[in-house]
């Protein structure tokens, strides 16, 4: 999960570094990554695209599905979206389409 409302650079890269320090486990390989952009009731927070583009998931390796999820877990929004995708996403996890690009 995402503060989509701070924007300080500071965390969002702490963040991206985190996603991809991770995703270098030989143990983590194949996974699938969903990320929940929390926060989007508050004014002004990071959309699921501007979200993808501070993480820089658009260089996670090609095959490796990923998401963002907008949420607000505030209002209950969002995080059922999220986990049904990465439900779909595990069970058809021999064949993974990348479906990053289609923000809500």
Known sequence: ??????????????????????????????????????????????????????LRLEDLPPGRAWYVQPTSAWLGEGVNEGIDWLLANLSTRGAVVHTSRNYP
């Open 1 to 54: 999960a995402v503060d989509s409302s701070d924007r300080t650079p500071q965390r969002i890269n702490d963040a991206r570094r985190e996603i991809f320090s991770l995703l270098e486990d030989d143990k983590l390989e194949g996974t699938v990554v969903l990320v929940l952009a929390n926060k989007q009731d508050v004014a002004r927070s990071m959309s699921a695209r501007e979200v993808a583009e501070a």
